[in-house]
Structure formats: C-alpha cells, structure tokens
Nanobody, 114 residues
C-alpha cells in the first residue's frame, strides 16, 4: 500500500525558511508527476512546485526564486525548500505523486507569522 508522509512544517517568522519532506512507502508504478500542493484557509488546493513527466520542474509564479523542489529517488524522498517565507505562504502543504493512480499525503501545516 502506498503512503506519502509529509514532515517539516511549523511556525516561522516572515523571511524565514522551512524544508518540507515527503517520504514515500510502497510501490508507485509508472510515476508521471510528483510535487507539492498547498491549501490555504478558505481557498482551493493549488500547485506549488512539481516535477513533470520529463523530469523538469515547474513552480507557481509567486514562489519562483524562493522555493526549490528536489528529490532523492533512492530514498523515496521529495523535498521542498522554502526561503523568504511570507504570511501569504501560510497553508497546509501536500505531497502528491501520480502514476497509474494519484496519491496524496495527509499534509503538513506551514504558518508564517510574527
């Protein structure tokens, strides 16, 4: 059974940094895309950063230059380094992997506040 478990969220002051991790367990066949989404209170879940099917990366415009997605396939880990965080980045961040099926983690809360 496939499981995605996020960690690394928390409370950080504006301008601070966090590194989110996503640990995958189980076998995910024919992975097409994998990445991070977020959902702020009262808003729809939206894309933050993703690896596309050809291995390239895509970022939400508002996080370009501040967030970096990375992965370690041997460890089945994916990461999101978030720098220069701002209050508008406050959200629950979800790990996502799609192959023959799509999988979501349970989310990790990121709160940016002074």
């Amino acid at each position: 059974q496939v499981q995605l478990v996020e960690s690394g969220g928390g409370l950080v002051q504006p301008g601070g940094s966090l590194r989110l991790s996503c640990a995958a367990s189980g076998s995910i066949l024919n992975i097409l895309v994998m990445g991070w989404y977020r959902q702020a209170p009262g808003k729809q879940r939206d894309l933050v950063a993703i690896f596309t099917s050809d291995g390239s990366t895509m970022y939400k415009d508002s996080v370009k230059g501040r967030f970096t997605i990375s992965r370690d396939n041997t460890k089945k880990m994916m990461y999101l380094q978030m720098n220069s965080l701002q209050p508008e980045n406050t959200a629950v961040y979800f790990c996502y992997v799609a192959g023959l099926r799509a999988y979501w983690g349970q989310g990790t809360q990121v709160t940016v506040s002074s």
